[in-house]
């Protein structure tokens, strides 16, 4: 089913990808407001109103990245992880992190239990762990409550004070939970490591 018109000539198989297409960055095959990938025989974007590949509005919000959280800058591309490659679309963007990922998202995945995550003894907000773990932010965003558990309390004093401080007042059950963020942060960031 083609959603705008039909298309006369050869086969979609027979016919040779568009320079769009073969292009390594592919803008004019992808909204820089929203980052929706376009058809080739679409101009403009259908959720923004602007013609695909045009620079964002000033005022619009940005897409951001669903594995490693960046936001596009204000021309609606990324810094590109390849040295061959300057600034690239969203799309692109995330097919790079198959080359170049985050973290061990297998490993942290093993670790989930429904919306939680189990670290050791503790539970807390997968989302929430895995944001800080790439991130280091333990905000989680904008529009999310800030959560209180052990594993948000040790995540918050690893980031001001590190996960081997002494802190005047410290309890057992924070150190417990520092160690155990600090051993998953470890195992979490060796993949991205190692791959690159």
Do not use: N
Not at 45 to 61: E, F, H, N, S
Request: glycine share 8%; aromatic share 6%; net charge positive.
């Amino acid at each position: 089913m083609r959603l705008f018109g039909t298309r006369s000539g050869p086969s979609e198989a027979a016919r040779p990808l568009p320079a769009a297409a073969a292009a390594p960055q592919g803008d004019r095959l992808v909204c820089l407001q929203c980052g929706m990938v376009a058809g080739e025989s679409v101009t403009f974007c259908r959720r923004c109103g602007l013609p695909v590949g045009a620079q964002p509005r000033a005022d619009a919000p940005l897409p951001t990245c669903p594995i490693c959280y960046a936001t596009v800058d204000d021309d609606g591309r990324l810094a590109s992880h390849r040295p061959d490659r300057r600034r690239i679309d969203l799309v692109a963007h995330m097919a790079e992190h198959d080359d170049y990922p985050v973290g061990d998202d297998d490993y942290l995945e093993s670790l989930r239990a429904g919306d939680l995550i189990r670290i050791d003894r503790w539970q807390a907000p997968f989302d929430l762990v895995r944001r800080y773990l790439v991130t280091g932010a333990i905000d989680g965003g904008r529009r999310r409550s800030y959560q209180h558990s052990a594993i948000v309390t040790a995540m918050s004093q690893i980031k001001r004070w590190g996960p081997d401080a002494e802190i005047f007042g410290d309890q057992a059950e924070w150190r417990a939970a520092r160690h155990a963020v600090g051993v998953l942060m470890e195992r979490y960031h060796r993949v991205g490591r190692t791959t690159q």
